[in-house]
């Protein structure tokens, strides 16, 4: 396996709306995100990945770009970008910006162009179809619910949006489309920037006779999405990227690519393919749903399927191949609210638990703003206070049309909605949690009062030095980074235990998932002469003997076996 910095590194999410304020318009800015890069530096991340900070009429908070070259004015301009550019340099941290290329803004200059007349040179930016017997051209159902097609009078045709009807796809079919997106890459790629993380990338390539998609029950909307993701030029389009650009420079590459397989991670991936470096894929995090119901059907987390996703992709892509370790973004609810327990008793161990099993697994691991002090869910009073379009949508579609309870719809919205991750970065106990001077743009959960970064960087037992001792032990140790990885009592639906293995060297990691006490057994597979801990959320005896012992409640320990 080759040894890559970017393998080394850890990397740290920044979502700028709700990550700090500078100037008390209650938007987190540019500048807000220098003013606490020491922070940063003193958990000691190497990467920042700054979700979009484009142009943008924020339909999607910023996923929906009209100037790809451009800073948002609410964020600040391009000499503030510029500036925190230098200062991460100057720290040692590298930047990863967002690219969002499957779509842009209807504001874009290029969609204003396409939607003028059937012969605009811009008409092939993106995809236009006829309707068909006066309805749309397919049938199906938008990620942010109707349909994909939005009617355009101007020219009587229809333009495929698989998001927001403000976010028209980009016709990748196009060469000079891709030309385009190359310049604006090697634009940033000038001006500094380490790499790319890649917005639904693996949507680009569309198959082209646009078929509806199979309907047995007869509903109005159903999931296209054989037909647009992972497509049939997919992989053409992205190692013409990697000529084109990648290849050019040192960089850092992630694609998000939903309802991605190990087998198709491996082509992305592979060493040799010349595509990417690593996927964001999701189905650890489609578990604690009904299966085939979509995410806001609620389902309790059995961790045995935890354990066969993470073991799938650990062992799919050991070979070659690499994986991101992640269990938090900006679209996700917190994982300590989700997959720990975020009562006053628990909080802290099991979000130390969670980042223990997460840190040890094999792959580049992302850490989520808010994530390194335990933020948790947030239970907003009324629908009035959620600012998330798919959540907005999905709430008046349930209500509003389908008559169903609301009562019973906010509890998914408790439990799913993006905007769990999206309420500011609780930096101190002060009004606003030390996020603006103004009203921010989300309401604070209001728990900043108990949780907070100045408590946390306070408290030498915190969950905030917990991790920067995980991602000091990455930097300290290879086994962390290159060993191999393997399961460990499979059917076991409390403790989930594995060993990483390089040379004669093997990590056992241990982690109860649950409130109760169960004994852990060591397996006779795993043999050893000589053990210290590594490390560990409760005080933990070194002399201890470990072929069998009963965990505390959401307990994680990690032993160094020779």
């Known amino acids: ?57 924020n339909d999607d908070n910023g996923y929906d770009i009209s100037d790809y070259r451009a800073i948002m004015d609410e964020f600040g301009t391009m000499s503030d970008w510029e500036e925190m550019l230098d200062e991460m340099h100057n720290r040692g941290i590298k930047l990863m910006m967002d690219l969002v290329v499957n779509h842009s803004s209807d504001e874009h200059a290029w969609f204003v162009e396409s939607r003028k007349s059937k012969d605009n040179p811009y008409r092939d930016y993106y995809i236009w179809r006829p309707g068909k017997d006066g309805k749309e051209p397919t049938n199906w159902e938008s990620a942010f619910s109707g349909s994909t097609w939005e009617y355009d009078e101007t020219t009587d045709e229809y333009f495929l949006h698989i998001f927001s009807k403000k976010q028209p796809d980009l016709n990748w079919e196009n060469p000079i489309v891709r030309g385009e997106v190359y310049d604006m890459m090697k634009f940033w790629f000038e001006k500094g920037v380490d790499g790319f993380r890649m917005d639904v990338i693996n ?33 053409e389009f992205l190692q013409e990227m990697h000529r084109e650009v990648l290849s050019k420079y040192d960089s850092i590459t992630v694609g998000e690519m939903p309802g991605v397989t190990p087998e198709q991670g491996r082509l ?64 996700q609810p917190r994982i300590v609210s ?54 907005l949508n999905m709430y008046n579609e349930k209500v509003h049309e389908n008559g169903e309870d609301p009562e019973n719809i906010m509890v998914s919205i408790y439990t799913k909605g993006r905007d769990n991750a999206r309420t500011p970065v609780q930096w101190d106990s002060s009004e606003q949690a030390g996020f603006t001077t103004g009203i921010p743009w989300i ?5 900043y009062t108990e949780i907070n970064a ?25 086994i962390v980074v290159y060993g191999t990885y393997n399961l460990l009592l499979p059917d076991d639906e409390k ?17 109860n998932f649950s409130g109760e006490t169960p004994v852990f057994n060591i ?39 020779s």
């Open 443 to 447: 309401k604070v959960n209001p728990n």
């Open 454 to 478: 100045k408590q946390a960087v306070e408290d030498q037992n915190s969950i905030f030095h917990y991790y920067r001792n995980l991602i000091q032990l990455r930097k300290q140790h290879d």
């Open 338 to 391: 989700r997959f720990g327990n975020d009562s006053p008793g628990y909080r802290e161990i099991s979000a130390k638990m969670l980042a223990t099993c997460l840190h040890m697994l094999q792959g580049t691991p992302y850490i989520y703003q808010g994530e390194e002090i335990g933020m948790t869910n947030v239970k907003f009073d009324s629908i009035d206070d959620y600012r998330d379009i798919e959540t």
């Open 1 to 57: 396996m080759k040894r890559k910095w970017w393998k080394e590194s850890v990397v740290y999410q920044i979502y700028p709306r709700s990550f700090m304020d500078s100037n008390g318009d209650g938007i987190g800015d540019i500048k807000g995100i220098t003013s606490k890069l020491d922070y940063l530096k003193e958990l000691g991340i190497d990467v920042v990945w700054l979700s979009p900070v484009y142009k943008s009429p």
């Open 268 to 331: 992305y991936t592979g060493e040799d393919r010349n595509e990417l470096q690593m996927v964001f894929q999701f189905e650890h995090m489609d578990l604690d749903s009904v299966p085939g119901k979509g995410k806001w059907a609620l389902a309790p987390l059995k961790l045995t399927d935890l354990k066969k996703s993470f073991t799938k992709w650990q062992k799919g892509l050991e070979e070659d191949g690499w994986n991101s370790l992640y269990w938090n973004n900006h679209d």
């Open 203 to 235: 949507f680009i390539s569309k198959v082209d006779d646009y078929p509806d998609a199979p309907n047995p029950e007869g509903k109005k909307y159903v999931s296209g999405h054989e037909y647009f993701m992972n497509g049939p030029r997919i992989h």
């Open 495 to 511: 403790i989930y235990a594995y060993t990483r293995t390089l040379g004669d060297e093997t990590l056992l990691v241990i982690c």
């Open 523 to 561: 397996p006779n597979s795993v043999n050893y002469t000589a053990k210290e801990v590594f490390v560990s959320n409760y005080e933990v005896d070194s002399n201890e003997d470990i072929t069998s012992f009963t965990l505390k409640p959401y307990e994680a320990r990690v032993y160094k076996l």
